[in-house]
């Protein structure tokens, strides 16, 4: 492998490059100007080209702030402020917990108070060539991998973040959180929920006339409008078929209030589309339907996720949608029995319902002048 050798015998170079180790940025830190010039033709001689030093220990930090350096040779006993101090100086700018420092000293027991304080390695006094190159040598290589594994560290942590949004934009939290813990089979049944199937009217036609990215552009801006309605109001939003919007409350978290949720939704939708057309120029209108009952909810696919609901309950919410009238949120008896004097609620009289047979439906008319919501 290409690149400059490293200074110890026996390097094997076509093992790792050393180019990245020899471009390293050192600094030499002793207060005494022959140790440091001794250093400096060590280094420089054995092809190290980003040398530096200071003889004032007090500058260390703010240096190292300023050229975050891969290696610090650290002299411990200097006068003013000795290398433990400059070490604990340095914890403040390593958040990481590594300190690129390898030591100098002739004493035996500061050597391993120096270990243990946070140093990686030292060298004795007087110099030994040989030593004094081959434990740089390491040190870098070592702060080199340190500093790779945590940029992979990062790199996978925003990764996962990235993944973990992206399910969360498919799967309500609590089941992307179970989903993590068992990849198993999610399934579970709600005794009491309310189904909302919403349409937009008279798309297909609009459709026709406009260009496939502008109408993308339209139905993605009416359903940000829907999520946000959604979140304020404590739905889940199922999924988008075409043009149709469907929604739950009181799944998956159960919900005492789903109807009154779901009622309150509707409402909102119908509101939030008037103001798009006034403000877009549009005549669009929106077709909803609700039905409240049991569900069984779960996650079906392997490769690309989708939390769905089954039951009649999802069927007679979706023909309560389809036998709607545009512009209005239509409610089957169930729903309209667990509504409060907060609503305006209209008879609409008995509708043939394909599949279901007649049915007594309802029109939400609005809100009462004295409701909360």
Not at 279 to 306: P, Q, Y
Request: aromatic share 6%; net charge negative; proline share 3%.
């Amino acid at each position: 492998m290409a690149g400059r050798r490293g200074p110890q015998a026996g390097f094997d170079a076509a093992v790792i490059d050393s180019t990245d180790i020899l471009d390293g940025r050192i600094l030499i830190v002793d207060d005494k100007e022959a140790n440091v010039r001794l250093l400096e033709g060590m280094l420089r001689g054995a092809g190290y080209a980003c040398v530096a030093s200071t003889m004032n220990a007090a500058e260390v930090r703010d240096l190292h702030r300023e050229q975050r350096y891969d290696l610090i040779l650290l002299d411990l006993d200097m006068p003013g402020m000795d290398g433990f101090q400059v070490m604990e100086a340095l914890k403040e700018i390593e958040h990481g917990g590594y300190l690129p420092v390898l030591v100098i000293s002739a004493q035996r027991e500061h050597k391993l108070r120096a270990l243990k304080a946070g140093a990686k390695d030292f060298v004795s006094k007087p110099f030994d060539l040989a030593e004094v190159l081959t434990r740089v040598y390491n040190m870098l290589e070592v702060r080199l991998l340190h500093r790779e594994t945590r940029r992979l560290y990062e790199q996978v942590v925003a990764e996962q973040k990235v993944s973990e949004r992206l399910l969360l934009n498919v799967l309500p939290r609590s089941v992307a959180e179970r989903l993590k813990g068992d990849p198993g089979i999610i399934a579970d049944s709600f005794p009491e929920a309310t189904v909302m199937f919403a349409d937009i009217v008279g798309f297909t036609g609009l459709s026709e006339s406009m260009s496939a990215e502008r109408l993308v552009v339209l139905l993605g801006e009416v359903f940000t409008l829907f999520d946000g309605i959604a979140d304020h109001r404590g739905l889940e939003k199922v999924k988008t078929i075409g043009d149709a919007y469907m929604a739950v409350a009181g799944v998956p978290v159960a919900a005492a209030d789903h109807a009154r949720r779901a009622a309150h939704m509707a409402l909102d939708m119908i509101g939030a589309l008037e103001r798009f057309n006034l403000r877009d120029g549009h005549t669009l209108k929106l077709r909803i339907g609700l039905h409240s009952g049991d569900v069984v909810a779960g996650v079906i696919g392997k490769r690309k996720f989708i939390y769905d609901l089954w039951g009649d309950t999802v069927n007679t919410a979706s023909r309560m949608e389809s036998h709607g009238v545009p512009g209005r949120v239509h409610l089957s008896d169930a729903t309209r029995d667990l509504l409060d004097e907060d609503f305006l609620i209209e008879a609409r009289g008995t509708v043939d319902i394909k599949g279901k047979g007649e049915m007594r439906t309802w029109l939400l008319a609005g809100r009462s002048p004295a409701a909360s919501g």
